[in-house]
Each structure stands twice: as structure tokens, then as C-alpha cells.
């Protein structure tokens, strides 16, 4: 029987339980003997690894976050630390490792691969930010956006009892995809993301004649990567005359329920990792499109820049266009 592990990497994201509980089950189905590595890269470097079991994963499908924690090792990138990892994975008889998480994990996973001679690694995409390179999603975003759903739903329910703007900051790092697809799914006036450049005065015109029309709030969605929440809140008052609040929705965003659309993608993204180690991929990521599921080299998922889908920008085009008119 051959031992494979399980790492989580990076930020957490809601789905990852969901992914232990898949590969404890399925590798055993698989006939392989399920270990996890606790605490991220930093575990594999302090050998905090040890063997799953059912009863380790059972009412863990419906959590957010990860019940074998993660981390973001600076230490791991060092080789010295590297060739720890290797030792231990290899004093365990670990002979596969799944990491979840994204790039900077990814090349991480790569170098482990090339610095041992006989450890198998499969990588799954697992950010709220949805900015790998080579996959349309990554797990834990639908959870994400749900949360940031709910929570723009109840801004709504506030902004439409006041004469107020709502200046709403999303996470996603560089990428603008979360503060997109939420604008465009809560009816936001008006999102700004890092994506499509913008000039604030050039929707004042516009903005003044809807209210002037009986507009009386509104909701702005826009991406951490501009960094420009209050200065977009103070352009409302001192151009529109409108009372402005900022909300920064902050870390809630990586936690919850899992939705049913992350457990289904967790146990796809698990049983397409393990059957691939099992067909003899060596070291690849598991990319989602409307191809279905693809074993990718590092190469074309961790080196090249993500972008968000041309048919997602031109829904939000919709509304850029309109707040202009
Ligand atoms: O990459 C996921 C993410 O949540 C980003 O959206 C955010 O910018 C960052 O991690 C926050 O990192 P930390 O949890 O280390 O503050």
C-alpha cells in the first residue's frame, strides 16, 4: 500500500475541509494510505505529519477553513528547509503529496519535486481570489462570493434607508474578479477594479442627474488592489453631496458554509488528483474550463499572469457604460 499526503498552503480557503474529507475517503477507496501534513509548508519542514482517518474527517464537510491549518513559510523557501521537508515526507514512506493553494504553493511544490527523486506532486487551485493562470476556477470562490453577496444584500437593506453611498472593499489581491462578479450579481451603480482604468468625474455628471431623478443611495463595489476605498467615499461627498460609508469586508470573506458548488468542486478537484498520481503525472495542477478538469504543467499555471474571462468584463461593461451616459 503507498502513502500519499495531503498539505494546505497559502490563504485558506471554505471547500478545503471539504477536499480533506474527499481525499481521506477516496485514496482509501484507491487503496492508498491518506496522511496529512499539518500546518502548511512550515509542517512538512517540522515533520507535524501524521495518518488520517475517517473519524478525523467526519462533520468537517460543511466548515470553512481547514482542520490541518496552513501557512505561508518564508522558511520553505530556503533549500536547507526544502531538503528537511524531503526527509521527512520520505522517513513516512510518502511517496505522493496534494498541495492546496495557489502560485507562490505551486512553485514551491515544483522545486520539492525537482530536489527529490521519487515523491509525485498534484496541485489544486485553491484561492478567493481566482487568480491562477490556466483555470477558470479555484476552489473556495463560489463560497466567497456568496458571502460577499449576503453581505452587500444587507449594505443594500441600510443604503436604501439612508440617502448615503456605499463604498464596498472586496479581497482579491491584484485581481479584480471578486469585486467584478459581485458587482455585477448584487446591481452595484458602480465597480472598480484594477482591471479597467477609471477617472471618477467622468460618471459625475451622470450620477448627479440620477439622483436629481430620485436616486438616493448607492453601492460601490470595488477591488483591495486599488487601495483607493476612502478616497472614492470623500469623491461622493465633496462632488455628489451624498453622506458615504466604507465597508472593508475583510477576512469574513475566506470563511463559511461551504456552498454546494465548492463541495462538488472539491471532491472533482480530489478524485482528479489522485487519479492522475495514480495514472503516473509527476508533478501537474488540476485546471478547471469548460473542458472539464486538465492536468497542466506548473509552467502554465504558476509562471503566467491570470485574466478574468473577456465574457465576465463585458457584463460588467453594462454598467461602466451606463453610469457614464
Ligand atoms: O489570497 C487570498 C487573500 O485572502 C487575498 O484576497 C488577501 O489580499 C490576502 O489573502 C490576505 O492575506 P492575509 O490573510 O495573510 O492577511
Known sequence: MKNIAIVCSGGDVSGMNAAL???????????????????????LIDN???????SDVSGIISKGGTKIQTSRSTRFLEKSYRTKAIENLKSHNITSVIVLGGDGSFKGMQK???ESTDISFS???A???????????????DTALNVI????????????SFNRAFIVETMGRECGYLALVSAITSGAELCLIPEVPYTLDTYKSSFKKQIKEGRTYFLVVMSEAL???????????????IESRVTVLGHIQRGGNTTVHDRLMAFHFISESINGLLAGEKCSVICYSHCGFQHKPIEEVAYQKSHI?????????????????
Open 123 to 125: 496541485g489544486i487551485p
Open 21 to 43: 474529507k474527499r481525499f481521506v475517503e477516496y485514496s482509501i477507496v484507491k487503496g492508498l494510505r491518506p496522511y496529512f501534513v499539518y500546518n502548511g509548508y512550515e509542517g
Open 149 to 160: 453577496k449576503f453581505s452587500i444584500d444587507s449594505i443594500r437593506d441600510t443604503a436604501s
Open 227 to 241: 487601495d483607493k476605498a476612502e478616497e472614492t467615499s470623500n469623491w461622493f461627498e465633496k462632488e455628489l453631496g
Open 127 to 141: 484561492t478567493i481570489d481566482n487568480d491562477i493562470a490556466g483555470t477558470d476556477y479555484c476552489l473556495g470562490v
Open 112 to 114: 520539492l519535486f525537482q
Open 48 to 54: 507535524t505529519i501524521g495518518k488520517a482517518t475517517y
Open 309 to 325: 474571462k473577456d465574457e465576465i468584463l463585458k457584463l460588467g461593461c453594462g454598467f461602466w457604460n451606463k453610469s457614464k451616459q
